[in-house]
């Protein structure tokens, strides 16, 4: 499969080269050229285990990789790393299925691909014979850090580096990152938001002057946000895995459409959800959910994606985001591949901070539908599920609860729906807890015990210890300072 950069003036890649190189040297993301049909039935694909079920939706993107490749990739991320059995569980709750991505090493939906992407990445270096150590950066609201860290530690010939936004992620996130583990591991907060951080990170990857500084040291950078379509494409396989799983279940017929709802900051989710459909995934409606940083619920409703706002703080951090950076890809798909329009609202993004969409991107956005849900929103849909079917969940699913039980109150559209439950409500176990009616606990920590004692639901094996562990990445630095981080961290390993 060919990977072509959406903004048009970047040299083609395989899969392989694509995931070295993170983001493309016109700054632009790599999508495929064409999205390969799903070729087999629903009874064949309901009858296969999660990994095999991957490799099928995996193989005709990652055409240069022998099928024992990608078996061996594959097994080496998922087995014996998820404690659920079959991986991604789907529950039905609340009139609508969830399926529940964060039962991986750190709790979280990132997971599903970060477990994947280093066997990915490796086999890429050794076959593209790169024999420069690929610093890795990674900008992260919260979830995607701490996964990339457990992913890629103390993996041959990478370094991983993090950077979050200060006091904008929950005590149970900082705290992962804050003490992960690794000999090639590097983390700090910065004084700023994800956006300061994603901009940054972004700038970096494009500077060819300081890739060159890095390079004559023996490295090379690559990104493992999904900006990267190395951490994309892992995510589409389980969204074939839940119409699998619906039809197995009985829950539609093949060939029966479903919604699927995502919760929605960075839009890399809720676009793998787009790609599963053009490959045969029969859907009806994309719901994307966002918080109180509504930027995304407003450009589905106008066409006008315009970040010029007051950006908050809330109890959905891993959604404060006002630049989505994936949308851009879902931009290129509607626009019929034009890349100079891309480019053209791209530029107007960086330069005036909003854009307007053409009238083909327009139209296909009648795929999707849209809303929000406010903090206050946020807990009493996590209160209602827990009080009506003692289900648990975390703000960021019930953000997606919210809009999906908006949604058909508005349409009447009884389509069976699929919802994206992307983390463990241990991970915010104070807003949790207090929805649920728990008093108010000394601690986040103190309110994973409190949430565990009175809901019975499992604390992941991966936060059970956490509070006890040591503190290794201690640092706090300003935006401007990311590069300098970066030279002395590279200067530092040699």
């Known amino acids: 499969m060919i990977f072509k950069s959406t903004r048009g003036q970047a040299p083609e890649k395989n899969l392989s080269g694509a995931v070295i190189q993170g983001i493309a040297a016109d700054k632009g993301l790599y999508v495929p050229v064409e999205f390969p049909k799903l070729d087999k039935s629903w009874a064949e694909y309901a009858a296969m285990d999660y990994k095999t079920l991957a490799a099928e939706v995996l193989k005709p993107y990652a055409d240069e990789y022998t099928d024992e490749e990608l078996k061996a990739c594959l097994n080496g991320a998922y087995t014996d790393k998820f404690e659920a059995e079959d991986v991604a569980p789907l529950v039905h709750a609340g009139g609508a299925d969830f399926l529940e991505l964060y039962h991986g090493p750190t709790a979280a939906f990132k997971d599903m691909a970060l477990a994947l992407m280093p ?74 938001n994800f956006d300061d951080a994603q901009t940054t990170q972004k700038a970096i990857l494009n500077d060819k002057e300081f890739g060159e500084e890095v390079g004559a040291l023996g490295y090379r950078f690559s990104a493992a946000n999904s900006m990267n379509v190395g951490r994309l494409l892992p995510q589409v396989a389980y969204y074939v895995w839940a119409y699998a799983q619906m039809v197995k279940n009985g829950r539609v017929q093949a060939g029966d459409p479903i919604n699927i709802c995502v919760p929605s900051g960075n839009f890399g989710n809720i676009l793998s959800a787009y790609y599963a459909k053009q490959m045969g995934v029969p859907v009806n409606k994309l719901i994307c959910g966002s918080n109180k940083n509504k930027v995304l619920t407003d450009f589905f409703h106008t066409g006008v994606y315009d970040a010029r706002r007051e950006f908050y703080v809330t109890n959905s951090p891993s959604m404060d985001i006002l630049v989505s950076s994936n949308l851009e890809r879902l931009l290129y798909h509607l626009s019929g591949c034009d890349d100079a329009a891309v480019r053209d609202m791209m530029d107007s993004l960086a330069s005036e901070k909003h854009y307007e969409a053409n009238d083909a991107i327009k139209a296909g956005l009648s795929q999707f539908a849209a809303g929000f849900a ?31 039980k908006d949604y058909v109150a508005e349409t009447g559209d009884e389509t069976p729906t699929v919802i994206a439950s ?73």
């Open 119 to 192: 066997y990915m990445m490796t086999t890429a270096l050794a076959k593209e014979k790169e024999d420069k150590t690929v610093c890795i950066l990674v900008s992260t609201s919260g979830d995607t850090g701490m996964a990339a860290l457990k992913g890629f530690e103390d993996v041959p010939g990478t370094c991983i580096i993090v950077f979050f936004p200060d006091h904008a992620v929950s005590p149970v996130q900082e705290q992962q990152m804050r003490t992960a583990t690794g000999s090639n591991t590097y983390v700090t907060s910065i004084f700023g």
């Open 374 to 404: 406010t903090e206050e929103e946020i807990l009493a849909a996590i209160g209602d599920i827990y009080a009506k079917d003692h289900y648990l969940m975390d703000t960021h699913t019930a953000v997606a609860y919210k809009v999906y």
């Open 422 to 494: 992307t983390a463990s409500p241990y991970k915010f176990a104070a807003a949790v807890s207090g929805a649920i009616g728990l008093p108010k606990a000394a601690d986040e920590f103190a309110a994973i015990d409190a949430l565990s004692a009175a809901s019975g639901v499992r604390v992941p094996y991966g936060l059970k210890d956490l509070k006890s562990r040591a503190i290794l990445h201690a640092g706090a630095i300003p935006r401007e300072d990311m590069k300098d981080f970066v030279r002395e961290t590279i200067r530092g390993r040699k």
